[in-house]
Nanobody, 114 residues
Framework: QVQLVESGGGLVQPGGSLRLSCVAS????????MDWYRQAPGKMREVVAS???????DYEDFVEGRFTISRDNYKRTVYLQMNNLKPEDTAVYYC????????WGQGTQVTVSS
């Protein structure tokens, strides 16, 4: 069973930056399309960004130009660099295989507040 471990969250002021990491215990990680998701209190979980095995990336409009997804296949890790954070980015952030097909990890809390 694949395990996902997210880290890197925290409390940051508006305009600040954070870098999230997610390690996957999947030997064929280099072949996996990966997504970052987030879930704010009282809201549905939503996709934030995607990275394909080719390295191609996709972003939702609300993070375009502020967030960057990347991957290190050797480390079986996907990253989310978040810049110019806004209070509305406050959420628990998760990574998963495309379409959320693996068991969810515990996520990492990101709080943007002054």
């Amino acid at each position: 069973q694949v395990q996902l471990v997210e880290s890197g969250g925290g409390l940051v002021q508006p305009g600040g930056s954070l870098r999230l990491s997610c390690v996957a215990s999947y030997n064929l990680f280099s072949h996996a399309a990966m997504d970052w998701y987030r879930q704010a209190p009282g809201k549905m979980r939503e996709v934030v960004a995607s990275i394909h095995p080719s390295g191609r990336t996709d972003y939702e409009d609300f993070v375009e130009g502020r967030f960057t997804i990347s991957r290190d296949n050797y480390k079986r890790t996907v990253y989310l660099q978040m810049n110019n954070l806004k209070p509305e980015d406050t959420a628990v952030y998760y990574c998963n295989h495309k379409f959320g097909t693996w068991p969810w990890g515990q996520g990492t809390q990101v709080t943007v507040s002054s």
